[in-house]
């Protein structure tokens, strides 16, 4: 019998950079250190924030002795699946309203864009070699998750003009209007790794030039409310497309709005043009999300069904946003007069005027 192991050749992977930095974060021993990557959104005390209706729930389903510990349906629970539909499209959306948009629970929205491009890469048939068009900031997030599906014709766009510290809206229009017919574009909502949030004007040039080319948006609608601290105005760019009537998908993420991060609570939204298209590819990412989780996790599907069904709870959830991104703007504020004061040549004013958790500081290594 051989002693060597058939796996010999089995090359060590590559890290990310996000998984980089953050393992040099941790060897370094100087205790001054500040990781600036991406982590969680912490409270006061240092630890992961949770808001306290949240908390309430979570432990009213957990001590529930009449809980049924079944498992979910493979697209996830229904009152979990209308709960967030809603969220995101408004209860009052045509697309609601004429029974065409619904969705699938999926673990966080890594599981909602691999479920999304394992099902593009399978019918999206349009163009064999469909380009999948992504932020050039956050490529490498998406690309691995693109390609791991099968969708191999990825280019970046440009979207932060690192002179302005801020959108690059001409350039970013120009790539869309170079890149190919029918391509699948990625489209980062809400809260974005830059911080920028892009105005009404602004999605609606976007708009215009994906409907011409007849484009496939791909959302990411992330952590919908602690961008504006409304969750209304956070979701408006989808809902505006599906006004405009494209059909669309979008993964959506509770992780940081809930406090939910080790529960992967995710959803894949769908907006197709009419019930009976949408029964079809719902049935197909059925068939494809039981091929790779089978059934998706509970408790964090109950806990945020609970929130956004309950009209007390939700409304006392969406007090609790509009507090802590008050507390986000103090501290951007802080970090903006801390970096002033240092008399470095920039004025910083980019931080303040970005929103949401994540901040694009426009540091650079020496």
């Given amino acids: ?3 060597l192991s058939v796996f010999l050749d089995v090359p060590k992977s590559i890290k990310g950079k996000v998984e980089q930095q953050e393992e040099a974060y941790l060897k370094d021993g100087n205790r001054r250190k500040i990781f600036l990557g991406q982590r969680v959104l912490l409270s006061e005390d240092g630890q992961p ?4 209706p949240v908390k309430r729930v979570y432990l009213q389903i957990v ?11 493979v697209t996830g629970a229904p009152e979990y699946i209308r709960g967030v539909t809603e969220f995101a499209l408004g209860k009052n959306s045509k697309a609601i309203l004429q029974n065409r948009a619904s969705g699938v629970q999926t673990p966080g929205t890594t599981g909602a864009f691999r479920l999304g491009a394992k099902f593009l890469h399978r019918w999206y048939n349009i163009n064999k070699k469909t380009s999948v068009c992504i932020a050039q900031l956050a490529y490498d997030r998406y690309r691995c998750l693109f390609e791991a599906a099968g969708l191999t014709n990825i280019c970046p766009y440009r979207f932060w003009d690192n002179k302005n510290m801020g959108l690059a809206l001409p350039e970013m229009l120009e ?3 170079k890149s190919p017919d029918f391509s699948i574009v990625v489209l980062p909502t809400s809260c974005n790794p830059t911080g920028i949030q892009l105005s009404s004007s602004d999605w609606k040039q976007i708009a215009d030039v994906m409907k011409r080319k007849s484009m496939f948006p791909f959302f990411h609608l992330k952590d919908q409310g602690l961008a504006s601290g409304d969750v209304d105005t956070d979701a408006w760019p989808v809902r505006y497309f599906v006004s405009e009537d494209f059909e669309l998908f979008c993964a959506q993420s509770f992780s940081a709005s809930f406090g939910l991060y080790g529960e992967r609570i995710g959803n894949l939204l769908i907006v197709l043009r009419s019930n009976d298209i949408l029964i079809s590819v719902r049935s197909q990412l059925e068939s494809l999300a039981h091929e790779v989780w089978s059934t998706p996790p509970c408790v964090g599907s109950r806990v945020v069904a609970t929130v956004l069904n ?3 709870f939700y409304m006392e959830w969406k007090a609790s946003l509009k507090m802590v991104v008050r507390r986000l703007m103090i501290i951007r504020e802080k970090t903006r007069e801390k970096l002033r004061l240092l008399e470095s040549l920039k004025s910083w004013e980019h931080i303040t005027k970005q929103a949401g958790p994540f901040a694009f500081l426009g540091l650079t290594c020496k």
């Fill in 63 to 73: 001590n529930d002795p009449t809980r049924n510990y079944e498992h979910l349906p």
């Fill in 49 to 52: 924030w949770v808001p306290l």
């Fill in 1 to 3: 019998m051989t002693t």
């Fill in 175 to 177: 790539d869309l209007e």
């Fill in 310 to 312: 309950n009209p007390s």
